[in-house]
């Protein structure tokens, strides 16, 4: 049974940094294509970045050069940098295995400015 479990999240000051970690079970991160979305309440899921099995990531228009994702194929796991927080990077955070439609619990972010 393929999962995923997002760990890393909590509280940061305006400026700070948080790392988010997305570890898989019962599959292989570094042959599928990952993404990274942010909800806040009320909202719908926005993506945040993607991470091709072969390619660059994109990010969204928001966290371009503050955001960066990255894996780590001997832990089977990925990465969200999240540098130079801003008080709206909050929210609940989910990883998902785009091609088996997976997604992890969620992990709940907050920036205090």
């Known amino acids: 049974q393929v999962q995923l479990v997002e760990s890393g999240g909590g509280s940061a000051q305006a400026g700070g940094s948080l790392r988010l970690s997305c570890e898989a079970s019962g599959t292989e991160l570094r042959l599928a294509t990952l993404e990274w979305y942010r909800q806040t309440p009320g909202s719908q899921r926005e993506l945040v970045a993607r991470?091709?099995?072969?390619?660059?990531?994109t990010y969204h228009d928001s966290v371009q050069g503050r955001f960066f994702v990255f894996g780590d194929n001997t832990k089977n796991k990925m990465y969200l940098q999240m540098d130079k927080m801003k008080p709206e990077d909050k929210g609940v955070y989910y990883c998902?295995?785009?091609?088996?439609?997976?997604w992890g619990q969620g992990i709940q972010v907050t920036v205090s400015s």
């Open positions: 998902k295995d785009t091609e088996r439609l997976i």
């Open positions: 991470m091709p099995s072969n390619g660059r990531a």
